[in-house]
């Protein structure tokens, strides 16, 4: 019976050539973006899962929080909180800790910039790593001792072996000698833990360095727990809070007491860092919708099948009903029709494993990843596509089986006809749904790119373009590096500050109106005195600051204090929220400034700028306070000349090995930075764009397929109509219409559906898009016109034919 079954799908898939075209080709492209969005969405949520006992691990993470003001998540944890748990939780197995940050390594005379883990002794023991050369008893035996990862072994060595061999560090500001005590394997691509190179912490390296010990303010240490299994993590979660009202200090003296600010900690499962971990730059919404756009997809492949599928029941009713006559039952039936869906599903699936091999590398490309399909190692995927693949014949083919098991044969081979009454409303109401899922994603397509257009296009009040950032230059050679740029003709201007626009500023302080009343948060800036010249920042009233005199706060160097009195530069909001009605009155009046819980400091403001994102366009532009803080100037901006950007970029190079030989220079371009704000977002449309592209085109094909077995069971009726005076354009207005019915009421589903959802993604930005009602109308009237175009020449081949041959068929 099966061999019969066979025989007869293959007699219809090959009778039908355009119908099988059709439908495998739907399924096949429906699966294969099904396909490669899942396995990114998979490989995402994969991240460290290879560790051993994995699911007691969990990383510790601080927040510090401030009464009205925003909080700031680290992914790091403060130096004692490690004897605390030990202490306070007997569930603890262990505590591994290490920094994560980069050095500069020499071997043989050459400099490498190289990220690195500086650990305590337990870090190979906790995380069970594979040793290929030494092992882990005496990997840390000696503070002079590094371990190396293979790949790390291999481009300071080449194939020689590594252990034993010397390199040499940057520690403390000069250069130590490390042995290579041990190589271990590469990290996985997809671990949050990438040890390339380790070395012990050694707390004498860093003396003097407070926030390694008693200063809750720097969370510096990278830190996991290890539980015993079966411990109910809600439990000492419940504890935490309990946690740091013990511990954290809240003396009145010194800037690491709690006396303002408090702290929340919270423990996330390591397999669920990469997604979920303060820090992560991955957002789980995102894949989540990704996701949803590939069940999208998978449905609009689906309905174009089962559309296609009942469109035919004219044509395979009277078999059915001869089969039914000459003994089948309905099982029979169902077995026969669920089996051919299954066989198109398959032979779908066959093609969409291949246009996923052939889109991989393009996709990687794309996404900056590593996506892999490997059916054969990895036994779960090649079972769960097959099982997608036949899932997919039976949900999509269940229907018609459904159908032809309940149809009668007397309705049939009485009348010579098969009924057709009870499936024409459910093929409009599908092409319904599709055009409605693709309408809506063509929606969302376009806004989506749209406000992330917008946002590039922001005004920042700054000028971005020909800035470069050098970091590394906060220390006693930074004003001979900077009269080294200066000397060179193709660098227009240098300016130093903590933090530069797009990377956030962390300081957050408490001013003192004037005229008294409430303290007003400011976001508070270090600077230099040439900031706003290199960044083109419009000054509105007053002057900008200088080097020397009271505009300086502090100066560089071991010794040097915080002055009692200084003056300052405000944003034109910070002016508006120390009470000031206009830039120009807040000129030459004082304020009172909290720059600790224990300094306070007379400032005069005596100039007011325009107001420019330090951040991204989901961030409203908050009142700043700038002040010169020399000891803090970790960033030099530079201002190339555009038109000799690589003369610029050496004098840049030729100026820092001047200046610092043991170094390596390392830049940011601040349109890149700029750029990267919106990143995910552009991501997002692109992917979007992508895959709507494609729902658009399953949906056509299902549309077209069906124009032609509409346009062939409408042909007597057209010839009757030619007959009675019809012209050509009544027949094309009436097929024309005919489809124009569901894409019409398909836009009107689809409409607020985008609507909501976009509305809710544009609320997460602070400057965005309205969303005006002539896109929708233009991208409906766009739908439609695509289905116009789908069927358009179905409806010209019928309208033209002879109606002689029209009033002979059947």
Known sequence: ?????????????????????????????????????????????????????????????????????????????????????????????????????????????????????????????????RFTEGSADTAFDNMSNVVLSQRTAQKYFGNSPALGKTVSVRVGGEFRDFTVSAVIANPQDHSTVQHDFIAPFNREYFV???????????????????????????????????????????GQQGQEN???????LRLVPIGDVHLYGNGSNTDADVLFGFLAIAVLILIIAMVNFLNLSMARTAHRAREVS?????????????????????????????????????????????????VKMDLVGDPVLLGAVIALAVGVGLSAGSLHAAYFAMLRPRDVLYSNTSPDSGTSGLRAGLVVAQFSISVALMIVAFFVNQQTEFARQLDLGFNPDNLLVVSGTNNDRSNEFKSRLIESPFIQSVGRSSDVPTEGSEDRLHIRPASGGEQVMLDGLPTGPDFFKVYQIPLLAGRYLTDTGTDVLRDRGDEAEYASAANIVVNAKAASALGFETASAAIGQQVSADLSSSLRVDATIVGVVQDFHFDSARDVIRPGIYYIDFARNSDMTVRIDASNRDAAISAIEQAWQETYPDAILGYRSMPELVELQYQTDARLGDILAIFTLLAVTISCMGLYGLASFTAERRTKEIGIRKVLGARLGDIVRLLLWQFSKPILIANLLAWPAAFYFLNDWLDGFAYRIELGVLPFVLIGGAALFIGWLTVAGHAFLVARANPIQALRHE
């Open 322 to 370: 001869m089969r039914k006559v000459l003994g089948a039952n309905r099982s029979q039936i169902m077995q026969q029709f669920l089996g051919e869906s299954i066989i198109l599903a398959l032979i779908a699936l066959v093609i969409a494993l291949s246009l996923v091999e052939l889109a991989l590398p393009y996709y990687n490309a794309f996404l900056s990843t590593l």
């Open 258 to 264: 709690g006396r303002n600010w408090s702290m929340k």
């Open 208 to 250: 003097g360095a407070r926030w390694f010990s008693e200063d809750w303010r720097f969370a510096y240490w990278t830190t996991y727990v290890r539980f015993e299994s079966g411990t109910d993590i809600s439990l000492i979660e419940a504890e935490l809070p309990g946690i740091v009202d013990r511990y954290l200090p809240k």
């Open 1 to 129: 019976m099966f061999q019969n079954y066979l025989k007869i799908a293959v007699r219809n898939l090959m009778r039908h050539k355009l119908f099988s075209i059709i439908n495998i080709a739907g399924l096949a492209i429906g699966l294969a973006a099904f396909i490669l969005i899942t396995l990114f969405v998979r490989d995402e949520f994969s991240w460290d899962n290879h560790w051993q006992r994995s699911e007691d691990i969990y990383r510790l993470e601080n927040t510090y929080t401030r009464i009205n003001q925003p909080d700031r998540a680290s992914p790091n944890a403060v130096e004692p909180l490690k004897e605390i748990f030990v202490d306070s939780f007997r569930e603890v197995e262990d505590v591994a800790r290490y920094i994560d940050g980069s050095v500069v390594v020499r071997v043989g005379g050459e400099l490498f910039q190289q990220p690195a883990h500086i650990a305590e002794p337990n870090y190979f023991e906790f995380f069970h790593f």
